[in-house]
C-alpha cells in the first residue's frame, strides 16, 4: 500500500487549521493536523514545498521508518515547524494504518488502559461572579476538573479570561474562546507580576471556599515568572491543592525548575512548546515536573509523543496533553487515541470547537459524565468535509503579547 497523493488543506471555519491529507494507492485516506497557531503558513510551505515531494510513493504501513526519514534527513532537526510538520504526517500515516486494519488507532497502540479520559475546561473571569458563573457552566456542561484563570486588578487585558476577547467584525462570535485574534497586527496586553502573585492566592481561597475541597483546580501561569517568583507562587498555592500548576516559568531554561521545586509541592505541568524528547530530558530525569504539556500536533505525532511518555512513565510522570482550540479535531483524535492507551495518562486539555469547524472536520469522539473517549471508527475517527472546509479561506491571525507598564515586552 503506498502514498498515490498528498493536499495541504488550509480552512478557517472558527480559527485557521493546517491538515495534511494523505491517500494511499488502494483508495484509503489519512488525516493529520499541522496547525501552528499565529505561524500556520509556515507549515503549509514546508510540507507542500520540502515534505510532501519525498512522499509520494512511499508505503503507507512504514510509519516508523518515514518518521526517522523526514526527521533525520533534513539535517536541520527539532523545533515547531518542523516537528508539526512531521505530526502531520505521523498521524495521517495512523489514521490510514487503523483504516487498513479496521481498527481505531487505539487498539494499534495496545488497546484501552481505562474506559474514557479525564479533560478539564477552562472557566475564566475578570472578577469573582464571572468567574464563579464560569465554573459552574463548566460543570453544567458535565466537566469534573476546570483550570480558574482570572483577571487581575488594575490590568487591563491579560491572558486566559474570555470575556477579554474581542468579537469578530460583522459576525458577532468570538474567534473560536481563544486569545488569536485575526487581523494585521497582534493584540497588546499589560502586566504585573507583582499584582498578579498578590491576587492570585486570594482567588483560589474564594474558589475554595465556594466550591469545596473535591473539585480539582488547575491554574496556568503561561511562562511568565522568574524561577523565585514561580517558587513563591506554588507555595501560596498549596492550601488550595491545585491538580496542576502549569508552565510558571519559560522551561527552555530547565536547571530553573530545580529552584521552584525546591520550594513547593504543588504540582507542576510543563511542555506545551517543546518538541522533542530531547527538550524533556533533564526535567524527566531529574523529576522536575508531574505531567507532560506536550500536543500530538506539535511533538512529531504519535511516533514520538508516545516515547516521551514512555520516558516519563518510568518517572511517574503522567500525560496532560495540550488541547485548546488551536489544536483541530484530528490532532485532538490523535491525543485521545494515545491518551487512552498509555498506561500514565493524567488529564486531557479539552476546549470545545465551535459549531463551523464540527461541521469541517465530521468527528465520532464521545463526550459524557466529564470522559473523552475517541470512539470505535477504525483510524482517529475524524473526517474531512472538503467542501465545508472550502467555504472558509485561511486568515492571518496572532496571539497577543505583554508590554510591563515600563513599555518592557514581558513573556506572553
Not at 510513493?57 to 539535517?75: C, P
Not at 518517572?315 to 498509555?342: E, F, R
Amino acid at each position: 500500500m503506498h502514498l498515490v497523493k498528498a493536499d495541504v488543506v488550509v480552512t478557517s471555519p472558527d480559527r485557521n487549521f493546517v491538515t495534511l491529507r494523505l491517500e494511499t494507492d488502494e483508495g484509503i485516506v489519512g488525516l493529520g493536523d499541522g496547525t501552528l497557531n499565529g505561524r500556520e503558513l509556515a507549515v503549509v510551505a514546508y510540507l507542500q514545498e520540502h515534505v510532501v515531494p519525498l512522499l509520494i510513493g512511499r508505503d503507507a504501513a512504514r510509519i516508523e521508518d518515514t518518521w526517522q526519514f523526514l526527521y533525520r534527513s533534513a539535517y536541520w532537526r527539532r523545533g515547531p515547524v518542523t516537528m508539526a510538520a512531521i505530526a502531520a504526517v505521523d498521524t495521517a500515516l495512523w489514521d490510514i494504518k487503523g483504516k487498513a486494519a479496521e481498527m481505531p488507532v487505539y487498539q494499534l497502540l495496545g488497546g484501552a488502559s481505562r474506559n474514557g479520559l479525564l479533560a478539564y475546561g477552562h472557566a475564566s473571569g475578570k472578577e469573582l461572579p464571572e468567574l464563579f458563573d464560569s465554573i459552574r457552566e463548566h460543570q453544567a456542561q458535565g466537566y469534573k476538573a476546570i483550570r480558574v484563570q482570572t483577571g487581575v486588578p488594575g490590568l487591563k487585558s491579560i491572558y486566559g479570561i474570555a470575556s477579554n476577547a474581542t468579537y469578530e467584525a460583522n459576525e458577532g462570535v468570538r474567534y473560536d474562546h481563544e486569545p488569536a485574534q485575526r487581523g494585521d497586527l497582534p493584540n497588546e496586553e499589560d502586566w504585573d507580576t507583582r499584582s498578579y502573585l498578590r491576587h492570585v492566592p486570594t482567588v483560589f481561597e474564594a474558589v475554595r471556599n465556594e466550591f469545596g475541597p473535591e473539585l480539582p483546580l488547575l491554574h496556568d501561569a503561561h511562562h511568565r515568572l522568574t524561577p523565585i517568583q514561580a517558587a513563591k507562587l506554588g507555595k501560596s498555592l498549596e492550601p488550595y491543592d491545585l491538580f496542576w500548576l502549569e508552565d510558571v516559568t519559560p522551561a527552555e531554561n530547565q536547571e530553573a525548575l530545580r529552584l521552584v521545586r525546591q520550594h513547593t509541592t504543588t504540582p507542576l505541568a510543563i511542555g506545551e512548546i517543546f518538541n522533542t524528547v530531547w527538550d524533556y530530558q533533564l526535567i524527566i530525569r531529574e523529576q522536575l515536573i508531574d505531567y507532560v504539556r506536550s500536543a500530538v500536533t506539535h511533538t512529531g505525532g504519535i511516533t514520538h509523543l508516545k516515547k516521551v511518555l514512555d520516558y516519563a512513565s518510568q518517572y511517574q510522570i503522567k500525560s496532560g496533553m495540550h488541547g485548546p482550540t488551536d489544536i483541530s479535531p484530528v490532532g485532538l483524535a490523535a491525543q485521545m487515541h494515545l491518551g487512552l492507551a498509555i498506561h500514565n495518562f493524567g488529564i486531557q486539555e479539552y476546549m470545545q470547537h465551535g459549531e463551523r469547524t464540527d461541521q469541517v472536520f465530521e468527528q465520532s469522539f464521545t463526550w459524557q459524565d466529564g470522559l473523552l473517549h475517541p470512539g470505535d471508527k477504525p483510524g482517529l475517527g475524524v473526517d474531512l468535509n472538503l467542501e465545508e472546509a472550502a467555504k472558509y479561506p485561511y486568515q492571518r491571525a496572532y496571539l497577543p503579547f505583554n508590554r510591563l507598564a515600563d513599555g518592557t515586552v514581558h513573556d506572553w
